[in-house]
């Protein structure tokens, strides 16, 4: 009876491992498999079938795309160029692209692949779906159709991604890529740099990275995209053993983009003048953040004083805006050194839930010509620190310019105060350092 038993669990294990994908370590054959290139034009017929066949050999392969060419923007996925410009014609692709649209929710063969390399043509991976700004839809309704049509999710083998000529990752395409360790896009980027029309109100500016992209791609260690000027919402949540990151061409950071990416602990961005709500929220590990930003700075215009709403006031490049609850519950975060800007807000609990030891650099010009009404290098809101919540600064290191020898603290702001000033009367507990720049 009890040998009986026991070929019945075994068969049963049999039967539930046939019917499920084997997973990579599983595999003997090295750590990529067979390579199967394809080469001709790419319709999504071709797509599933490529998928097909890899579904039946049941074997590990590592896909080859790259010379593959495009269709007529007639048909329902592949490698399509769209087929009719926008109305009214996009700033970011003024000739029409060529998407890679491969629609492979359902597809079996998925599963097989552990690396891919996306067609040499490919421009836009596309959007699982798009959001309709007038008619907004519920988040939940949104994530559920994102796992529907999104273009590689949950491709749970997939370990490397690489294409030269992408500019842009559409939401969710890589989300819930548990394995995905290696990802090389060295062209995802803002097609123009910085037009007029981007440098005022840029709340709503199109990301280089879209939303929740590589949602849980938990196998991520180190990233580096050389030319991303926008990373989009949630693009990197739960991206958990997160620990080294790179985008030296970053200016804005949207809300919730590294949310819950808890083994960062060293972040520096040179450009980043944004930094978006929720930015960083739950990076547990965080202790030093880093934003070398010198903006540019027009002497002919006064920068807006944004005490409120930032959202709803216009501002220029020369100001680096914190928006509400970018740190909140970094509890490791030890130093915040923006000393390079001339303008730094911050705006409501930025650093809530962060602890009591963070030492903050900021930047004072105390001469600039420019009146008693303007503010630079300074916490815009008494505060910031989020009402109610019981978090305190250990220091603030102010550095400012030496004019005859000696260190001015003469520049107005907020009440007739300077910054130290300022800090000290809002701050009592807080220790506030003037230094020679």
């Given at each position: 009876m009890k040998k009986l038993s026991f070929l019945l669990v075994i068969l049963s294990l049999a039967i539930i491992f046939s019917a499920c994908p084997p997973l990579l370590e599983d595999y003997e054959g090295g750590s990529s498999g067979d390579v199967i290139t394809y080469d001709d034009k790419l319709d999504c017929y071709k797509w599933f079938e490529i998928l097909d066949k890899i579904a039946k050999d049941g074997k590990f392969?590592?896909?080859?795309?790259?010379?593959?060419?495009?269709v007529d923007g007639n048909l329902s996925g592949g490698l399509i160029k769209e087929r009719a410009p926008s109305d009214p014609p996009?700033?970011?692709?003024?000739?029409?692209?060529?998407?890679?649209?491969?629609f492979s929710a359902s597809a079996s063969g998925k599963d097989f692949i552990t690396s891919i390399i996306l067609p040499e043509a490919a421009q836009i991976i596309k959007d699982a779906i798009t959001v309709n700004t007038g008619d907004k839809l519920e988040e939940k309704t949104f994530i559920e159709k994102g796992k529907k049509y999104s273009a590689?999710?949950?491709?749970?083998?997939?370990?490397?991604?690489?294409?030269?000529?992408?500019?842009?990752?559409?939401?969710?395409?890589f989300a819930d890529c548990k394995a995905l360790t290696e990802v090389n896009f060295p062209r995802v980027s803002h097609t123009v740099d910085k037009p007029d029309e981007y440098k005022k109100e840029d709340i709503d500016i199109q990301s280089d990275i879209s939303i929740y992209a590589f949602l849980g791609c938990e196998g991520l260690k180190e990233i580096k995209f050389n030319t991303v000027a926008v990373i989009g919402e949630y693009?990197?949540?739960?991206c958990t053993n997160l620990t080294k990151m790179d985008f030296p061409e970053a200016w804005k950071i949207k809300m919730n983009a590294f949310d819950g990416c808890?083994?960062?602990?060293?972040?520096?961005f040179e450009k980043a003048t944004k930094i978006g709500e929720n930015a960083f929220i739950n990076c547990t590990g965080l202790k030093k953040?880093?934003?070398?930003?010198?903006?540019?700075?027009d002497s002919a215009v006064v920068p807006p004083n944004l005490v409120s709403d930032p959202a709803n006031t216009g501002f220029d490049f020369d100001s680096v805006i914190f928006y509400p609850s970018a740190f909140n519950g970094c509890k490791a975060l030890e130093v915040l050194n923006i000393r390079n800007a001339w303008n730094v807000y911050f705006c409501d609990n930025v650093l809530a839930n962060t602890g009591s030891s963070i030492d903050i650099y900021l930047f004072d010009e105390p001469d600039l010509g420019l009146g008693n009404n303007t503010s630079f290098g300074h916490p815009q809101d008494a505060e910031f620190?989020?009402?109610?919540?019981?978090?305190?600064?250990k220091k603030v290191f102010i550095f400012t310019p030496v004019n005859n020898g000696k260190i001015q603290e003469s520049f107005t702001i907020s009440g007739n105060s300077s910054?130290?000033?300022f800090i000290r009367a809002t701050y009592a507990n807080i220790d506030v350092n003037i230094n020679k720049r």
């Open positions: 392969v590592s896909l080859d795309l790259s010379k593959c060419t495009f996009d700033l970011l692709y003024p000739t029409l692209p060529v998407i890679f649209d491969p590689f999710r949950s491709f749970k083998n997939l370990r490397s991604v690489k294409a030269d000529n992408v500019t842009y990752i559409g939401n969710f395409a693009a990197f949540k739960d808890k083994s960062l602990v060293n972040i520096f953040a880093e934003f070398n930003v010198i903006p540019e700075r620190l989020g009402k109610d919540v019981n978090v305190s600064l910054i130290a000033k």
